[in-house]
């Protein structure tokens, strides 16, 4: 796993750990990025199934609770298989794109 920081926003690339791995890592170091925004990066992964994003459902809803943006990068999956709790988009621009939009939200409240 690289983490790169960009201004409020951790950027979480996975390389050769299984999803269910990263998913533990992540849960395990979440205290320390819980203040920032979150991406993470699955765009070396070959294909990814609808049971395979839902692994970060919990920690999209902990993060989103909390009033912080998670979304995941990827375009290997179909986003009609994504369940509608969790973001994902097909490049790391879109993902940082959806973080502004959901900071502006919520900075006018909505």
């Known amino acids: 796993m690289i983490f790169d920081q960009d201004g409020n926003t951790v950027i979480i690339t996975q390389e050769k750990v299984s999803l269910i791995e990263l998913v533990k890592k992540l849960q395990t170091l979440y205290p320390k990025y819980k203040n920032n925004n979150i991406i993470v990066a699955?765009?070396?992964?070959?294909?990814?199934?609808?049971?395979?994003?839902?692994?970060?459902?919990?920690?999209?809803?902990?993060?989103?609770?909390?009033?912080?943006?998670?979304v995941?990068?990827?375009?290997?999956?179909?986003?009609?298989?994504?369940?509608?709790?969790?973001?994902?988009?097909?490049?790391?621009?879109?993902?940082?794109d959806i973080i502004e939009m959901e900071v502006m939200e919520r900075d006018l409240g909505l």
């Open 72 to 96: 995941i990068v990827s375009n290997k999956i179909d986003i009609d298989t994504v369940p509608d709790e969790l973001v994902v988009v097909p490049t790391v621009v879109e993902a940082h």
């Open 42 to 70: 699955l765009t070396s992964l070959d294909k990814l199934s609808k049971d395979d994003i839902a692994e970060f459902l919990d920690l999209s809803k902990t993060h989103k609770a909390a009033k912080h943006s998670f």
